[in-house]
């Protein structure tokens, strides 16, 4: 299932590259995409005015995040026959299972467009530092606390059979394969206090000079969420960078202030 899942995210990355966003004015479109803009009042006023019409398709994803999201970074989720008669307060939505959309970074300075090798004719498989990110609640372990350990410790315990050993790459710690062609499973902290453990897989291609990241992790905040992203870059330690960009997004779009920081004891 994941990997059908990374081929898909795969297939949307070249399709924004190619198009860009696509056309998201008509009505059918906005239905497609999981667009609703007709709330108004009070719980929609935070970035002034009384409602966030067309321009901040808004998705509620946890009683902690209900995220407005600029039409700019293509946001989507689960097609919708219609929007809401009314929406006048949060409590008139209903949650969603995902949100997606794209943000598009700079951290590859010194590599432009050319340096992508084109895959037909001029179309590039990619855009560098173009992230596209998906969110969505965790979904309840159905484990006990000693099951869901003994799972992690069997997996971990795979992950030093079948490797040579870990290094470091860009600030993470990754179990390098012993069969070529697998990608690094590699793990690490956003910063020294925070519980999350961020989990990617890396892709070092001999055609260009850019590193495929793919992550894949649960998340303490927000009342607990599950978040893939992935995105090409120049070097592996830009993930830090681009980590700190999509949950600065996702605070400045949550229209909820319950957000609260899980950390590790000093």
């Known amino acids: 299932m994941r990997s059908l899942q990374w081929h898909v995210f795969s297939l949307v990355m070249v399709a924004y590259a190619a198009t860009g966003c696509g056309d998201r004015q008509s ?27 067309p321009d901040r398709p808004v998705f509620k994803l946890t009683d902690q995040l209900v995220l407005a999201v600029p039409k700019a970074f293509a946001p989507s989720s689960s097609r919708i026959d219609r929007e809401p008669k009314e929406c006048r307060r949060i409590s008139d939505l209903h949650a969603v299972g995902h949100v997606e959309f794209t943000i598009q970074g700079d951290w590859s300075s010194g590599h432009t467009l050319a340096d992508v090798p084109n895959i037909s004719g001029n179309l590039k498989p990619f855009r560098p530092d173009r992230v596209w990110v998906r969110i969505e609640p965790e979904r309840p372990s159905q484990l006990s606390a000693e099951e869901q350990k003994q799972i992690d410790e069997a997996r971990e315990e795979a992950l030093k059979r079948e490797s040579v050993g870990t290094r470091e790459i860009g600030g993470l710690t990754c179990f390098v394969s012993k069969f070529a062609g697998v990608k690094p499973f590699c793990s690490g902290h956003r910063s020294p206090t925070d519980l999350d453990m961020t989990t990617v897989t890396l892709k070092f291609d001999a055609s260009t000079p850019f590193v495929l990241i793919q992550a894949d992790y649960p998340s303490l905040q927000y009342g607990r969420v599950h978040v893939y992203w992935q995105a090409w870059t120049a070097d592996a330690s830009n993930w830090r960078e681009i980590e700190t960009a999509i949950w600065g997004h996702v605070a400045d779009w949550n229209l909820l202030n319950t957000l609260q920081t899980h950390t590790r004891p000093r």
């Open 27 to 53: 009505p059918d479109a906005k239905l497609e995409w999981g667009w609703i803009t007709n709330c108004a009042g009070p719980e929609f006023s935070k970035f002034g005015g009384s409602s966030l019409g």
